[in-house]
């Protein structure tokens, strides 16, 4: 019994002891499996990292040479590179443009005081010529002063009390059919002020949507007309569109930066190369 005990003990030591590098040729592997999964997760958050660094410049690009070459609105609109700050925009590929070129790429001045707030106004449509219907407009300016009027967004209507976070309204004065509704009180995911007009007439369809931002002193936004509106949504008016509402919020405030004034462009390129 000694010996085949002995025996046995010596094939188990020579099982183990030849186990041993299987095991640590194991853990090797395993470290290195480790280790090569963690730089593929490396490389891949470096990737989207620089793509949505990149997605504010290709949006600046993709516009900027598009709106140098448009013209101005009217006789006392100038053309939008004499607009001394930068402008909020979708991307130029963004659904709630598509199908549209540009119409009008315009700065002004805004207020009754002499020179007034610079702003700028730029336009989009299914076709570029003279006279074409509008359906879509972005627009923005610095300071609170033309918050929420630069947009078309209305003062309360008759009846509607300081607090309410919805009313309605008619174009057609009062009494008349309700055309409008007003949704107030409404905050973008960035912390902003937003205020949102649905208007429903015989003309069509519109929205108007405006923001401040207090980090940025800016205020901005679009409306939507025509076809383009009723693609945003809602064929009624109800108070369960400030859901749609807030969505469009949302949307402005995602809006990147495009430079198109020279003296920004020069300035930001300087920046760069710092």
Not at 22 to 31: C, E, K, P
Not at 32 to 51: E, W
Not at 142 to 156: D, E, F, H, V
Not at 241 to 260: C, E, G, H, K, W
Request: charged share 15%.
């Amino acid at each position: 019994m000694r010996d085949v005990y002995s025996t046995s003990t010596r094939l188990g030591d020579r099982g183990a002891a030849s186990a041993r590098p299987q095991a640590r040729r194991f853990t090797r592997g395993l470290a290195a499996r480790r280790l090569l999964h963690l730089l593929v997760l490396l490389v891949l958050a470096l990737v989207t990292t620089t793509s949505t660094a990149q997605a504010a410049p290709e949006t600046a690009s993709s516009w900027t040479t598009e709106l140098q070459s448009t013209q101005a609105l009217g006789s006392l609109g100038k053309s939008i590179k004499e607009y001394p700050d930068q402008l909020l925009l979708p991307p130029r590929d963004s659904s709630l443009i598509s199908g549209l070129v540009v119409q009008s790429a315009t700065t002004g001045q805004r207020g009754l005081t002499d020179p007034g707030t610079p702003f700028y106004q730029v336009t989009l449509g299914r076709q570029a010529g003279a006279g074409q219907p509008i359906e879509a407009r972005f627009f923005g300016t610095r300071g609170a002063a033309l918050y929420p009027s630069l947009g078309g967004n209305p003062a309360r209507p008759a009846g509607c009390t300081a607090n309410a976070e919805y009313c309605t309204d008619s174009l057609f004065g009062p009494g008349g059919v309700l055309t409008t509704e007003v949704f107030f009180g409404l905050t973008s995911a960035r912390g902003d002020r937003a205020q949102v007009t649905h208007n429903l007439s015989p003309n069509g369809a519109s929205w108007a949507v405006v923001l401040y931002r207090s980090s940025t002193d800016q205020v901005f936004g679009f409306t939507l007309h025509g076809t383009t509106a009723d693609q945003a949504g809602s064929a009624d008016l109800d108070p369960s569109n400030r859901a749609l509402a807030q969505r469009l919020v949302d949307q402005a405030a995602s809006f990147a930066p495009v430079i198109v004034s020279q003296d920004e462009a020069l300035a930001a390129g300087h920046l760069a190369q710092l």
